[in-house]
């Protein structure tokens, strides 16, 4: 199975740590937006997306690439994606934030297999004037729920391809 994760992490790498991990569990690179080959991209059987939650949204560079990217099925095929995050607050389940991202690949002729978040440490504005809120996240139990979950993804989906 041939995977890419796709990340945006700006603000303290947390995303791009749980990024790393997923990517050694997939053997798939980790690239910024700005670095993909969208035809490369087209040849792979999934591709993960993710960035941090800036107020309630994934980061702005993620979401104008993934509107960016040719819609419908590659090579008569459902394209098949992951979603994932870190955040200083946790996901609700009346407003998850991985809906709207998932929504728009869908749009793009992706089916997305699986989404995952985890904490990350936040500075943005009310938290920094206390130093930010978990500091130590993601930590190890997160990175290996990262690991865990990325494995899944392999094991369910690496039978289809």
């Not at 993710?50 to 560079?61: A, E, L, V």
């Not at 991202?101 to 990350?120: E, M, N």
Request: hydrophobic share 40%; glycine share 10%; net charge positive.
């Amino acid at each position: 199975m041939k995977a890419i994760i796709v990340c945006t992490s700006v603000s303290h790498g947390n995303t791009k740590r749980i990024a790393d991990v997923m990517g050694q569990a997939l053997d798939a690179p980790v690239v910024a937006p700005e670095q993909v080959d969208i035809a490369e991209l087209s040849t792979c059987d999934l591709v993960g997306f993710g960035s941090g939650i800036f107020t309630g949204n994934f980061h702005p560079r993620l979401r104008q690439f993934v509107q960016s990217l040719p819609n419908g099925e590659q090579q008569g095929r459902q394209r098949r994606a992951f979603v994932f995050a870190t955040s200083g607050l946790p996901e609700v389940r009346f407003r998850p934030f991985t809906r709207p991202l998932v929504r728009l690949l869908g749009q793009k002729g992706f089916q997305t297999a699986d989404t995952f978040s985890c904490r990350g440490f936040d500075t943005w504005l009310p938290f920094k004037l206390v130093g930010g809120i978990n500091r130590a996240r993601p930590n190890a139990t997160d990175l290996e729920a990262a690991r865990t979950f990325a494995e899944g993804l392999r094991a369910r989906l690496g039978a289809v391809s």
